[in-house]
Protein backbone atom coordinates (compact mmCIF):
# COMPACT_ATOMS: atom_id res chain seq x y z
CA UNK A 1 0.00 0.00 0.00
CA UNK A 2 2.91 2.31 1.28
CA UNK A 3 4.72 1.48 -2.30
CA UNK A 4 1.68 2.34 -4.53
CA UNK A 5 1.25 5.63 -2.35
CA UNK A 6 4.42 6.72 -2.77
CA UNK A 7 4.38 5.35 -6.82
CA UNK A 8 0.88 7.85 -7.13
CA UNK A 9 2.89 10.74 -5.25
CA UNK A 10 5.84 10.21 -8.21
CA UNK A 11 3.77 10.10 -10.69
CA UNK A 12 1.82 13.31 -9.56
CA UNK A 13 4.39 15.23 -9.26
CA UNK A 14 5.86 14.46 -12.73
CA UNK A 15 2.67 15.06 -14.38
CA UNK A 16 2.48 18.54 -12.43
CA UNK A 17 6.46 19.09 -13.31
CA UNK A 18 5.79 18.07 -16.75
CA UNK A 19 2.37 20.21 -17.44
CA UNK A 20 4.63 23.25 -15.95
CA UNK A 21 7.34 22.80 -18.22
CA UNK A 22 4.75 22.57 -21.48
CA UNK A 23 2.93 25.37 -20.17
CA UNK A 24 6.41 27.26 -20.43
CA UNK A 25 7.46 26.25 -23.56
CA UNK A 26 4.00 27.21 -25.14
CA UNK A 27 4.22 30.67 -23.30
CA UNK A 28 7.60 30.68 -25.08
CA UNK A 29 6.93 30.10 -28.04
CA UNK A 30 3.64 32.43 -27.86
CA UNK A 31 6.21 35.19 -26.73
CA UNK A 32 8.58 34.70 -29.77
CA UNK A 33 5.32 34.37 -32.06
CA UNK A 34 4.60 37.90 -30.75
CA UNK A 35 7.81 39.41 -31.20
CA UNK A 36 8.33 37.75 -34.77
CA UNK A 37 4.53 39.76 -35.65
CA UNK A 38 5.99 42.50 -33.57
CA UNK A 39 9.24 42.69 -36.12
CA UNK A 40 6.98 41.85 -39.00
CA UNK A 41 4.75 44.78 -38.37
CA UNK A 42 7.70 47.24 -37.43
CA UNK A 43 9.23 46.24 -40.65
CA UNK A 44 6.52 46.68 -42.62
CA UNK A 45 5.29 50.43 -40.87
CA UNK A 46 9.17 51.45 -41.45
CA UNK A 47 8.43 50.59 -45.21
CA UNK A 48 5.61 52.51 -44.66
CA UNK A 49 7.02 55.37 -43.38
CA UNK A 50 9.64 55.34 -46.82
CA UNK A 51 6.24 54.93 -48.84
CA UNK A 52 5.26 58.37 -47.63
CA UNK A 53 8.40 59.98 -47.75
CA UNK A 54 8.38 59.31 -51.49
CA UNK A 55 5.01 60.34 -51.58
CA UNK A 56 6.19 63.57 -50.16
CA UNK A 57 9.35 63.97 -51.92
CA UNK A 58 7.26 63.47 -55.38
CA UNK A 59 4.29 65.93 -54.12
CA UNK A 60 5.96 68.71 -52.15
CA UNK A 61 2.69 70.83 -53.38
CA UNK A 62 0.64 68.54 -51.44
CA UNK A 63 3.48 68.78 -48.08
CA UNK A 64 3.96 72.51 -49.02
CA UNK A 65 0.11 73.80 -49.61
CA UNK A 66 -0.73 71.70 -45.85
CA UNK A 67 3.01 73.05 -43.91
CA UNK A 68 1.18 76.75 -44.50
CA UNK A 69 -1.38 75.78 -41.53
CA UNK A 70 0.34 73.22 -39.62
CA UNK A 71 4.16 73.97 -39.92
CA UNK A 72 7.36 71.87 -41.52
CA UNK A 73 6.20 67.74 -41.47
CA UNK A 74 7.61 64.23 -42.74
CA UNK A 75 6.64 60.93 -42.93
CA UNK A 76 7.95 60.35 -38.77
CA UNK A 77 5.19 62.98 -37.91
CA UNK A 78 2.29 60.76 -39.50
CA UNK A 79 1.34 57.77 -36.90
CA UNK A 80 -0.26 54.23 -37.82
CA UNK A 81 -4.38 54.38 -36.75
CA UNK A 82 -5.40 51.46 -38.37
CA UNK A 83 -4.67 48.27 -40.65
CA UNK A 84 -7.58 47.07 -42.03
CA UNK A 85 -9.11 45.21 -45.34
CA UNK A 86 -10.99 47.08 -47.84
CA UNK A 87 -14.19 45.83 -50.01
CA UNK A 88 -13.55 47.20 -53.15
CA UNK A 89 -17.45 46.59 -54.12
CA UNK A 90 -16.42 45.66 -57.40
CA UNK A 91 -19.16 46.05 -60.39
CA UNK A 92 -18.97 46.61 -64.32
CA UNK A 93 -18.18 49.84 -65.48
CA UNK A 94 -16.13 51.41 -67.68
CA UNK A 95 -14.46 54.39 -66.94
CA UNK A 96 -16.80 57.65 -67.82
CA UNK A 97 -14.10 60.35 -67.56
CA UNK A 98 -12.53 60.38 -71.22
CA UNK A 99 -10.75 62.99 -73.21
CA UNK A 100 -11.91 66.10 -73.15
CA UNK A 101 -13.75 66.09 -69.81
CA UNK A 102 -12.02 68.64 -67.51
CA UNK A 103 -11.02 66.11 -64.93
CA UNK A 104 -9.01 63.64 -67.45
CA UNK A 105 -5.65 65.09 -67.25
CA UNK A 106 -6.18 64.40 -63.27
CA UNK A 107 -6.54 60.26 -63.59
CA UNK A 108 -3.83 58.44 -62.77
CA UNK A 109 -2.96 55.63 -64.51
CA UNK A 110 -1.98 52.67 -63.94
CA UNK A 111 1.77 52.02 -64.27
CA UNK A 112 1.21 49.24 -66.52
CA UNK A 113 -1.87 50.16 -68.11
CA UNK A 114 -4.64 48.45 -66.19
CA UNK A 115 -6.80 51.23 -65.89
CA UNK A 116 -6.35 54.12 -63.83
CA UNK A 117 -7.75 55.51 -60.31
CA UNK A 118 -10.19 58.89 -60.14
CA UNK A 119 -10.29 60.60 -57.24
CA UNK A 120 -12.21 64.07 -58.34
CA UNK A 121 -14.88 63.36 -60.38
CA UNK A 122 -17.41 62.35 -57.76
CA UNK A 123 -16.04 65.23 -55.21
CA UNK A 124 -15.98 67.87 -58.45
CA UNK A 125 -19.48 68.45 -60.31
CA UNK A 126 -18.14 70.43 -63.34
CA UNK A 127 -19.89 68.58 -66.55
CA UNK A 128 -21.07 71.19 -69.42
CA UNK A 129 -24.39 70.75 -68.29
CA UNK A 130 -23.91 71.74 -65.16
CA UNK A 131 -24.71 75.90 -65.48
CA UNK A 132 -22.90 76.39 -61.93
CA UNK A 133 -19.77 73.91 -60.53
CA UNK A 134 -19.74 72.46 -57.51
CA UNK A 135 -18.31 70.18 -54.54
CA UNK A 136 -20.01 67.33 -53.14
CA UNK A 137 -19.70 66.80 -49.83
CA UNK A 138 -18.78 63.53 -49.93
CA UNK A 139 -15.34 61.58 -51.65
CA UNK A 140 -14.38 58.56 -52.92
CA UNK A 141 -11.07 57.00 -54.71
CA UNK A 142 -12.17 54.87 -57.93
CA UNK A 143 -10.48 52.03 -60.06
CA UNK A 144 -11.35 51.65 -63.29
CA UNK A 145 -9.77 48.78 -64.75
CA UNK A 146 -8.96 48.01 -68.01
CA UNK A 147 -11.34 44.32 -67.45
CA UNK A 148 -13.92 47.05 -68.03
CA UNK A 149 -14.77 46.79 -63.84
CA UNK A 150 -14.97 49.15 -61.46
CA UNK A 151 -13.58 49.30 -57.84
CA UNK A 152 -14.55 51.55 -55.01
CA UNK A 153 -11.34 51.51 -52.60
CA UNK A 154 -12.23 54.36 -50.29
CA UNK A 155 -15.08 56.76 -49.59
CA UNK A 156 -15.83 59.35 -46.98
CA UNK A 157 -18.20 61.57 -46.14
CA UNK A 158 -18.38 65.17 -45.64
CA UNK A 159 -15.76 65.11 -42.35
CA UNK A 160 -12.76 65.12 -45.10
CA UNK A 161 -11.28 64.78 -48.53
CA UNK A 162 -9.23 63.02 -50.31
CA UNK A 163 -7.06 65.53 -52.18
CA UNK A 164 -4.21 63.64 -54.39
CA UNK A 165 -2.68 60.76 -54.81
CA UNK A 166 -0.23 58.36 -57.04
CA UNK A 167 0.87 54.85 -57.62
CA UNK A 168 3.86 53.74 -55.98
CA UNK A 169 3.46 50.54 -57.76
CA UNK A 170 1.34 48.27 -60.01
CA UNK A 171 -0.30 46.90 -56.64
CA UNK A 172 -0.20 50.18 -54.20
CA UNK A 173 -1.60 53.30 -54.09
CA UNK A 174 -0.76 56.36 -51.64
CA UNK A 175 -4.05 58.32 -51.35
CA UNK A 176 -3.69 62.33 -49.40
CA UNK A 177 -6.05 63.92 -47.88
CA UNK A 178 -7.77 65.18 -44.50
CA UNK A 179 -9.88 64.53 -41.53
CA UNK A 180 -12.55 67.44 -39.97
CA UNK A 181 -12.38 66.26 -36.38
CA UNK A 182 -13.26 68.50 -33.11
CA UNK A 183 -9.53 69.92 -32.85
CA UNK A 184 -9.62 71.16 -36.08
CA UNK A 185 -8.26 69.81 -39.48
CA UNK A 186 -5.41 67.13 -39.98
CA UNK A 187 -3.94 65.48 -42.64
CA UNK A 188 -4.32 62.24 -43.50
CA UNK A 189 -2.20 59.51 -45.64
CA UNK A 190 -4.44 56.15 -47.12
CA UNK A 191 -2.29 53.40 -48.40
CA UNK A 192 -4.04 50.88 -50.30
CA UNK A 193 -2.62 47.39 -51.60
CA UNK A 194 -4.83 47.10 -54.56
CA UNK A 195 -4.24 43.48 -54.48
CA UNK A 196 -4.77 42.09 -51.16
CA UNK A 197 -6.98 45.26 -50.85
CA UNK A 198 -5.58 45.94 -47.19
CA UNK A 199 -5.67 49.54 -45.99
CA UNK A 200 -3.34 51.24 -43.69
CA UNK A 201 -4.41 54.78 -42.44
CA UNK A 202 -2.30 56.94 -40.66
CA UNK A 203 -2.63 60.57 -39.62
CA UNK A 204 0.08 63.54 -39.14
CA UNK A 205 0.41 64.81 -35.22
CA UNK A 206 -0.30 67.64 -36.10
CA UNK A 207 -3.63 69.80 -36.02
CA UNK A 208 -4.85 73.20 -37.85
CA UNK A 209 -8.07 75.34 -36.99
CA UNK A 210 -7.40 77.60 -40.48
CA UNK A 211 -7.21 74.89 -43.12
CA UNK A 212 -9.75 75.67 -45.82
CA UNK A 213 -11.76 72.24 -47.09
CA UNK A 214 -11.50 73.08 -50.42
CA UNK A 215 -8.17 75.05 -51.32
CA UNK A 216 -5.93 72.45 -52.77
CA UNK A 217 -8.30 71.14 -54.87
CA UNK A 218 -9.33 74.42 -56.03
CA UNK A 219 -5.36 75.48 -56.73
CA UNK A 220 -4.87 72.20 -58.18
CA UNK A 221 -7.31 71.91 -60.81
CA UNK A 222 -6.53 75.67 -61.40
CA UNK A 223 -3.11 74.44 -62.76
CA UNK A 224 -5.01 73.50 -66.06
CA UNK A 225 -6.98 76.10 -67.91
CA UNK A 226 -10.45 75.54 -66.20
CA UNK A 227 -11.70 78.71 -65.83
CA UNK A 228 -15.11 78.43 -67.56
CA UNK A 229 -16.09 76.26 -65.55
CA UNK A 230 -15.26 78.49 -62.06
CA UNK A 231 -13.75 75.66 -60.10
Known amino acids: MRSQKITTLYLTVFCI???????????????????????????????????????????KTWQAHWSNDVGTFDASQFELMMTDSIDP?????????????????????HPSGN???????????????????FLNPDSEVIWYRKDGMRERLLFMGPSGMFE???????????????????????PMIWLINVDTHILRQFKLNKVTESYEPQSYVDAKIKQVDLGRYGI
Not at 167 to 186: A, D, H, K, M, P
Open 17 to 59: VFLSLYGCDKKGDQANEEIKNSSVDEKELTRNREQIDLALVKN
Open 89 to 109: MEMPEKNPILEGDPLYPYQLS
Open 115 to 133: GAIDIYSYKIEAQESIETP
Open 164 to 186: DGMWLSETEFIVLGYFQGENGYR
